[in-house]
């Protein structure tokens, strides 16, 4: 187990011809709504170590403010000013937590403090420029102003490295504000730990409340020099009957603890000397973040951590080795690539321990396991995506969903779970998708009689929102529970999944069961105005309904129109609610041109203007399926245009790149699919719906061994529509791409042109 | 390391000829300031499953309010309502924490809040009369008048077994109130997690702040008949996310959280249904917790654990088995007894692992871990009894103390400690007291340099209250660190002790260092009015001096005519200091005599008017050793007649029997050795100074095999002065014995006489 990034080293001579790394833009998605991160991280990193802008949020009135959503992961483009760099980050979410344990390095008086971003000067945080700014794959740096300190960092898995050169100092500091964290309201805190084991070593834990309701977070912090004093300030009444006469626990008293707490220490330091720091995370406890620091950063080289974690990048990334018509493809490209990379993130000790949602610590047995599941995101395309480019780790994330389901008291696999905690964020049971999407494909290194049994058990789990009323009247009664027709047709889709999975495991029983209730979706449509509507608990229609907008119309996240057409496990009987590919194919048309107001979706943080085209709204999920649909109504070439189109407008290599949430890389994994030609519609099927390439050309290093070449003939911005298709040399006359056909070695050549191939 | 009570159980048919257990008065010491709890327990137990009469007790600008002090065990005989039973207690103590995991039964209307005990009908709690009260060791029972249930309660190492007998009622309850606590300030509660496993099974954990810093308490609860619905209510404002719309989590939702909870259980019962629950603790997790009950109580015999439990009371009683001249005194004597066998407690799962004081968890390895180190107490005279009557135990005690030590973040040995916690509490580093004492004796189950190493280092610790001071000047400056005189005199005895195990090993260099710093006691008497007098850091007396007064003079919980005989390891350069022989007898003369006005100790809630004779106070730990000071001046007989009026009227074996906080045990172990007829006035001497024994004879039974026969010819109340001793058969002229006698086996007759016998 121990420095698990030497195994895939030996990988690096065979694919990373390329420097792959020099085209991904971490700044990407940073601006506007993207919620990307900068900073410093290698593939699935449990550590992800990047600057915090700004944390403002906070719960008033059991309603949380605007500023928990831009910051969901710390950073804002447009901001001026740095708080500091803290090690735990998610990807591209629409709600916060994490920035675990801030360092902050400072010159002259000390300020514990963070201040202000209209007055950094009042606090120790510090105004910076995109001009000394570098954010690469695993290496950030950048000036810090106002102390005239460069900032640079790196990580392994397990442990973010810094390195901060100082000025001549004799008033230097580096604060660790222990009470930061993203999403902080007041209360956030729990607890808080430190012990100064010696003038080089700091340990400890952070343990949170809020979105993970039962959180704690270990460390291990080694100074490359020893600090020659240190202290600490506490912003709580929490008491500490022991120092009463006999310390100044305040000074060089070696034991912190509190709810809320900031710590410094204190160097001189000569013209550009570098202070460097190791900071590793555990799971489990101190000393697994001890190990876990020793085994990943034995010595003070900070080059080559940042070579050897780039390397790793150089691997990862290599796995797609992708032509494209532009730079600016390039780079959107890699970047996409790179944020499909960044989680769900390893959550386990070097000796494989770790805590379970029982808060109990348990052992990894063969497997890697990981954390942060944003199932309702991710099992569209990400998942999927890992089912061709990364299959080992794809059946690990599944042991870990198993794991995560042994240990629940609801008996449930995860909804949305991070860091030993089920946050139940938005809706469905979306890990059987993820489950039934390997099983089909036949990327099972786990045991799928109890993955199936797991599916089953979470699918009828009754108290679970709505689903008593689902599995006894098939629909969710919107009087029952809201965003009743999304769950409805999220479960449908999900019990589809699972019969797909029961039948390839030769389980009739549960076959039938479970592709009965995938029929469900047609209790929610109503025929007399031709959409999904939220149905009572009495049999009728809700009265008041609008299909425009998005809130408290029986839908989560998206309105009628776009949730209407969420039946990927059948569009064929969707297409025949509609009323036939015509009207279907005329539906379709309206959606992308017809015209949204801003009011019918402004005040839902998750849909932006940016992400929109007509009433398509890509910049959130659940209509990421929807370009593909008019390949079942016979009008190929309309995806192809749409496809491109969305490629083209609503991706790019800037800050403002991403027209929505990243969410854990499910808009990059769209991106990444329909790039390549090709997307899947059903996660559980084995069929991917063919678009239209961006690519130039592709090859798909496969972990088997064999690869999938693609080569688009002719491709230009312009020849968007796909003429022929060869597949190994044949011509391939369906609109759909076959997985085991793929990943048994595929030579793909696509023929493009200017013109819709009708046939 | 599975069912340790089972080894004992062999030894029960050599010992257990005699039931014990029918002269232990649990109940005594529970009126007015001892302290002690009557509730169930086995010798050393983790769990002490006792009522809580109330707990009243809060933190208020910084001070604690008298409650806090008046509830240390949560009982007061007093009381009149029970507010329901926890598993966690102090046996004895000055201060407040613990009373974790508070169980009540009801019936009727579910009410969640305790209650007043002006008012109990507004709250669950229930009335009660000590006529329906029994304790004896390892069972308590008690009727609830409201409820009109029976309680019974026994307990195992680490589990309490409860047996609640109903009336019929479709509306019983047990209520689960895990915000409830000894010491139960606002914000004492840091977290509390419960998960509802199936309907018989109830796991969690309760985290504090406060006298333990950071603690964590796990449990497993297993009821004997499933529950029909359960719920809680969550008492503060800390979020969940995860429940919005989804659930109703307050009922019948498996997961609870929160900072404040209580749970209940509903049931339907019969009349005299019996509900038993055994729920279990653990240091380390909720599965340590599970993991003990299953290995402790397998079953759900009560009546047989029960038995199993008294009988392991009756096998350490009868060790030592002594026959009194009374009833009353047999009472006081097993009671005693009992009372020194309840703590310190152990503190490790069944498999061997601990929450070490760096919050990691450790494995002891060959030995048991034990916690509650109340040590600036039992370091005089109850781990000297240990070294006789438990040598194995108090082996495992020090092994416990070492293992602190390793993972202190200040290299020290415990000063007050539990839970993995250090509270810091009182003066000293009396842990090397207990650590000499052990090595002088040849009770060395541990790596013995080590101990040295580890009683040095602690020395040493410069931040530690006046130490740096200490080292420099040999006394501790009045205007540096308060209670400088009583620092300045235990550090001497306790640098003394590391001399004698220094010798003992052979470290030279060790010792002539530490025996030069045990004189130190010299810096802090003042000549000119002959008394131990606060010095200043300029080498000045302070001006302003009461001899009388205890609080704010120098001294802790002591004033200075009893402090200044705190010279217990060089008594004759005390009476040198005092005058010689002559002047020294009338100090001892006048503080038993003298009238010790309220004012100079009533604002000190350690000191009462109950515990005083004269000046001379019993019932607080400073001035244990005096009454055994006339041997030194050849007036043993002064010594005889004082022994005998303490034990005579600072005992008893009634409610109110205790003159003071038993203090784990230290007041009960100055009650056997004395009544046995010798103290411990130095541990780390192997001298024991001879008393006037009380019982008429003793043997007790070593591990070792061999056996202490005491036997007191002419024993009568008034015959309390010693006439003659007889060693073995012949004549024992001095007034100590030696340890290693004793431990050889000794048979010792006091020939007992109503005069004085002056040499």
Redesign the interface.
Known sequence: MKRLFLFPLLSVFIFAQTNYIQYVKPLTGTQRMGHTFPGAAVPFGAVQLSPDTDTLGY?KNGKYQAEVYQYCSGYQYEDRTIVGFSHTHFSGTG?SDLGDFLIMPTTGTLQLNPGTADHPENGYRSRYSHANETAEPAYYKVKLDDHNITAEMTTTTRVGFHQYTFPQSDSAHIILDLMHGIYN?D?KN??I?V???NDTLV?G?R?T???G??RTVYFAMAFSKPFTSYGHAKYD???????W???DVRT????M?G?NIRAYFNFSTYENEKIKIKFALSPV???GALQNLVAEIPDWNFERVKNESQQLWNVELGKVNVEMLTQKDMETFYTSLYHTLLGPTVYMDVDGRYKGI????HQADGFVNYTTFSLWDTYRALHPLFNIIQPKRNGDMIRSMLAHYDQS??HMLPVWSHYAN????MIGYHSVSVIADAVVKGNIPFDAVKGLEACVTTAKQK???GLEYYMQTGYVPEDK???SVSKTLEYAYDDWAIAQMAKKLGNEKVYAEFIKRSENFNNAFDPSIGFMRPKMSDGTFRKNFSTLETDGQGFIEGNSWNYTLYVPHNVPQLVQLIGGNKRFSYYLDSLFTMHLPDEFFAHNEDITREGIIGNYVHGNEPSHHVPYLYNWIGEPWKTQEKVRMILDTKYSNTPDGLSGNDDCGQMSAWYIFSALGFYPVAPGSDRYSIGSPLVRSAVIHLENGKTISIEAKNQTAKNVYVQNILLNGKVWKENYFIHSNLMSGAAIVFEMGAKPKKR
């Open positions: 719960e709600h309201y209360g729990v607890w730990f012990r100064v084991e340990t834990f343990q409340n809020g979105w309701r039962t009444t929490s008491i500490y009957r022991g120092f006469k006999k310390f060089n008293f070696p034991e603890a709810k406890s101190t000393e029982d808060q109990n610590i008291v609801h089920e946050n139940w964020c108290y679970y929102d529970n809201s965003s």
